[in-house]
């Protein structure tokens, strides 16, 4: 990514993509039963609310009626299928994990089999976006988290507490090639989440094999625990590593998820909001609503004169249902410098493709 002279300017920038993640499945409903979805037309609500509020893009997960998140595909094709009727634009990305909460106290937070999660190419309706991580690794979601953040919450439970601490990330190289592949014959476009610049890498090396023909949509995912903390060397440090047709967007956890999409805000990057991310106003004096940051960060934006993408618009942005027949055409697409030609010396660069 390049930021040349007026790169801050707000003219000169794609319109800001909201993404929501409004079903927060590490918490039980209790924990905000104002603003965590139980039922499936509060699911459903819950979606309307947040595009009407301005976020185009809903990062989807489903509880079942005992307050656990569901593990069944049918629960998340009927979600599918009520949210498409209602906002029919709206992106919908499913959260790869389906659930990673413990099944009951005590237990380990996994995520599900291999198989099982290969089955969400197979989803119906299918959603524009299956979010999919890179490389086996630790994911702590406690690790950054404060005693004020997880006060009064079922997380402070300490068997809960260990078991999200202790929770790792599956993603092997056999099961991430297989699992592209799957959603692109589906027309399913995979989003990264990515917790370091040797994620990238992995990527890169994979578009070179021609095993990763995508659009490089991802996101940063800066919440410690294994991924990236939230602050400025490790931003700068993991966009410079990106290519120029990549599209990035922010995201983090509990206070630190507002600076981190203001910063985004004011790069011409994107954002991630909601009570998957947060439950806190920055005083910690209440519990923030997801509508409620969507609508903050849409006055912000505003604010600094960027505007905010419509559902068409973000469509166009995140290249929705666009993929490559090989190797060459995915590097072009995503500004990486193409292959080495048989014989060739010297340094790769964008010149050497014509």
Known sequence: MNFIDGS???????????T???????????DFPEDIPLTMEQHIQQAVDCYNAGATVLH?????LDGKGSKRL?????????????????????????????ESEGEAAKWLSDDTRHMLAEL?????????????????????MTEADLRGTSIARPELYHAYREMTLPSGPE????????LSAKGIQSHFQLANTTQIETLERMMRRGTCNVPLILTWVAIGGGFD???????????????????????????????????AIAMGLHVRCG?????????????????????????????????????DEARKIYRIGEFYNNAEEALAANGFAPNRKPGQRGFLNHGAAR
């Open 124 to 144: 119906m309706p299918k959603p524009d976006q299956v979010t999919v991580a890179v490389n086996s690794n630790q994911m702590n979601i406690v690790e950054q």
């Open 20 to 30: 929501c993640a409004p079903y927060g499945p590490e918490w039980m409903p209790e």
């Open 74 to 102: 049918s629960m998340f094709n009927e979600l599918l299928a009520g949210i498409r009727e209602r906002v029919p634009k709206m992106i919908l990305q499913v959260g790869g994990s389906i659930s990673f909460a413990p």
């Open 175 to 182: 099961w991430l090639e297989e699992h592209i592949k799957r």
């Open 275 to 311: 009570n998957e991310d947060n439950l806190w106003t920055q005083d910690r004096k209440s519990k923030i609503r997801t509508v409620q940051s969507i609508e903050q960060l849409v006055r912000i934006s505003r604010e600094v004169g960027r505007e905010v993408a419509n559902a």
């Open 8 to 18: 801050l300017h707000p003219e000169n920038q794609e319109k800001l993509v909201i």
């Open 229 to 263: 903390a939230p602050n400025i060397y490790n931003l700068a440090n993991f966009v410079r590593a990106l290519p120029d047709g990549a599209v990035l967007t922010l995201e983090s956890s509990m206070l630190n998820v507002l600076p981190v999409n203001m910063m």
């Open 60 to 64: 989807l997960h489903v509880r079942e």
